[in-house]
Every structure is written in C-alpha cells, then in structure tokens.
C-alpha cells in the first residue's frame, strides 16, 4: 500500500467510446444514404412511402451523431486533465485509489503497461481500455514494488492474466477502404457517378463493418490460475486445464509452454509481442510481464504433480458411483450424519471432507461431494471454508457447483456440467491460446 500518494486519473476509455460510437453513427449513416440512393430510382412511384423508414432512422443516427461529435472534444479535454489529488494506492483484490468521498478500482489483468518518468518520480499505468493512471512515488524503487504487487495480486482466490498473441494482427481498416475505392472507381467508369459513389459507399461500409467483427473477433483472453487448476477464458467460453493433466512446465521468451498429457502443446504469451518490437515501450512494461510470468511458473512448478492424499484415502467414501444427484446427496448426508455412524458404516469426518474440499489437486468430483457432505454442518467456520475453496476455483462450473453445494440446493444440471468442464480432455468448443487475435 502507497499512502497519500499524487495521483491522476485520466478516463481515456470514455473518450475512446464516444469516439467510437461517433465514427460508427457516421458510418451507419452513410451506409443508410448510400442504400436510400440506390433504393430511389427502383421505388417508382413509391419513392416517398419507401423511402420515410429511411428518413426517420436517418434522422435518429443524424441526431446521435451531433451529440456525439459535440460531446467528444468535452470527453477528451476532460480525460486529459483528468482528475488528480492525494491518495491512497493499495493492490489488493484490484488497483485501488482511494481519496475522501471518492474510490475508484481498476481490475489488475486490465493493466497491461507501465512507464517510468524521465524524472524517476511519477509511473504512468495504462489499462487496455486506454485509461492512464499516474503516481507519484519517492524513488524508482516504489515503482518496481507497485509493479511487483500487481503481477502478483489475486482477485477472489484465484490468480489472473491477460493473454497475448504472437502472430500477426489481422487486416485492418486501411486494406478494405482501399477495396472500397477501387470499387467506386470501377462503378464510376460504367455506371454514374451518384450511383458509382453509393456503392463504393456501402462497399466502404461493409468493409469497415467486416474489419470491426475481425477486430472484435480478437477478443480479449484472460488466464486464470486457481487452486484447482487453470482456466482460459475469452467471450467465446472456456478451457479448464487441471493440474494433474499437465506434465511439464517449459519457460519461453514470451511466456510459458505446457506440454500437456497426451502431448499437446500449449503456449501461453504473458509478454506482448509489441514490447520486442517497440523499444519505446520497454522499461516497466517489460518488468510487469516478466513478473508475471515469473509468477506463473512459480505457481505452475509448485502444483503441477501433485498427488491428492486426502482424496485417495477419502475417496472412496464420496465417489459418485454412478448414482443420480439426489439419491447422492442423500448418501453423502448420511455419511456425516451421527445416526450413520455405527460399526458397520464408515464415517466421514468434517476434517477429512475439508482436507478434499480444499485440496485443488482432488478431482472435481470428490470435491464437489465434500462439499455437499459439508452442507450439514451450518457453522460460520466450514461456511467460510467452504466459500473460500469455492472462490479459489479456476472452473467457472465448479466454482457455481461448489457454491450451490454449500447450499445444499444444488441442481443436476449443475453438477452434470462441472463434471463434464473439469474433466482432463480438451473441449471441442474450448479457446485456443494460439488463435489469432482478444
């Protein structure tokens, strides 16, 4: 924690939305105009009812567009100047700035660079929304240590960072507006001019839509890292990786590759490949990634290959054994119960069932009875252990699964998925590390 430091807060993602919301109104727009040119001459004598829809949404965009474009230069000046004082910095759960009255988070993945001052005095961090958090510190020391304390922060359990690839951007705008006006000016020399002009516009327009789903299609991807194993998420879904299935950790110039059971390979790139190819953004930057992904691998070595002792001993106890949710959830109630405790039945205690419970290395299974076991007992000590294992999940579905168990409400659809998404092969719907770009 940095106390009372001098800190500045520039909203540049407020800026960059607005900006984008007025350049997409303006395309819209002109693809609206462009559509009602071509629309005009097959309408006939229907022109004018056909073309009112037109006109009316015409308007609307018009009407968003001014507002935008009157709005945006107030945003960027405002983004600019941004907002600055006292304040205090602490890395815990996010990036905290905490002033009198006011407190503002910033998740910690979201901080993807971070520069030292010619001064040495002040460490500009930027999110990949574009926000820019400035803060002063005494020495260069203080910058490092800020930097460590973000590689290292943990978010509800579980450890987190964004992912990089290594090949080539996509296509970007500039190549489809220049099929676009090739277009209008093979239209212009057989057609006439308005009509050669509207479709090279909507032509323009459809290639900028294409080039924003290809640049959307690249969409972020966030590695997490719990206590059960690790977990890679983009908007397309998820793809859990236990521990058990990975064999060996090897380090790489621009991260980490696991070589997984079966022999895949799978690179993870915690180092942006732009930091190599741009020495201006090298520096703090660079101190960031590598961190974290020193910080990987030490997590990696130290949980890939463990066994599960407490599962081995109690698992016998809480395997599934192919029966329904229901009749299982019975089973596991009596097994804790008292009135299940005679010489003929094998008790489980609230220790062993915590033992599993809490051992990420256990199969999801086994865990999942430990903690439907564990919902007889209500006292504050096993709630919060059971929601403390719950948090430190990697699995988004064992996580939801774990948490409706210490319920004891969990339903079979619930459980049927956070056994299917924590078993060890790979998923046909899971993202790829190696996708090309979120």
Not at 377 to 388: A, F, H, N, P, S
């Amino acid at each position: 924690m940095f106390k009372r430091c001098g800190v500045v807060v520039q909203p540049y993602a407020d800026a960059r939305f607005i900006g984008r919301m007025w350049t997409s109104t303006l395309a819209w727009l002109l693809v609206l105009f462009s559509v009602a040119s071509l629309v005009e001459p097959l309408a006939g004598p229907l022109a004018t009812s056909v073309l009112m829809p037109f006109a009316l949404l015409g308007s609307l965009l018009a009407l968003v567009c001014v507002m935008c474009m009157l709005y945006a230069p107030f945003a960027w000046l405002a983004a600019a100047v941004g907002s600055s004082g006292a304040a205090v910095v602490r890395v815990s759960s996010a990036l905290w700035i905490e002033r009198p009255g006011d407190r503002r988070s910033f998740s910690l993945p979201s901080l993807t660079s971070a520069r030292l001052s010619s001064s040495g005095g002040e460490v500009a961090l930027r999110t990949d929304d574009g926000d820019i958090i400035r803060v002063r510190v005494d020495d260069p020391g203080d910058a490092e240590r800020l930097v460590g304390a973000i590689a290292a922060g943990r978010a509800r359990g579980t450890w987190s960072a964004r992912l990089y690839d290594d090949v080539p951007p996509p296509l970007r705008r500039r190549l489809f507006v220049g099929v676009a006006a090739l277009v209008s000016l093979i239209c212009w020399s057989v057609l006439d001019a308005d009509v050669a002009l509207s479709l090279g516009a909507v032509t323009g327009a459809a290639a900028w839509v294409l080039a924003a789903l290809l640049r959307e299609g690249s969409a972020r991807r966030v590695l997490v890292a719990g206590s059960d194993g690790l977990s890679l998420r983009d908007d397309a879904g998820e793809r859990f990786i236990p521990f058990s299935c990975i064999e060996r950790v090897e380090e790489t110039a621009l991260g980490v590759e696991l070589v997984l059971a079966g022999g895949e390979e799978l690179p993870l790139t915690l180092v942006p490949p732009q930091l190599l190819r741009d020495p201006s953004e090298t520096g703090l930057s660079m101190v960031l990634a590598e961190r974290r992904r020193e910080h990987l691998l030490a997590l990696l070595r130290e949980r890939s290959g463990r066994g599960a002792p407490e599962a081995g001993r109690a698992g016998a106890l809480l395997e599934r054994r192919g029966l329904p949710a229901t009749a299982w959830r019975a089973a596991l109630r009596r097994l804790v119960s008292e009135s299940g405790a005679d010489y003929r039945t094998a008790k489980l205690t609230r220790e062993q069932a915590l033992a599993v419970l809490e051992d990420g290395a256990a199969p999801a299974e086994l865990r999942i009875g430990a903690a439907l076991a564990l919902s007889a007992w209500r006292d504050g000590q096993t709630v919060e252990r059971l929601r403390i294992a719950a948090e430190g999940c990697a699995s988004r579905d064992v996580r939801l699964a774990l948490e409706q168990a210490a319920e004891g409400d969990m339903d079979d659809w619930m459980l049927e998925r956070a056994l299917s998404s924590a078993s060890p092969g790979p998923r046909a719907v899971a993202p790829r590390c190696t996708l090309p770009a979120a």
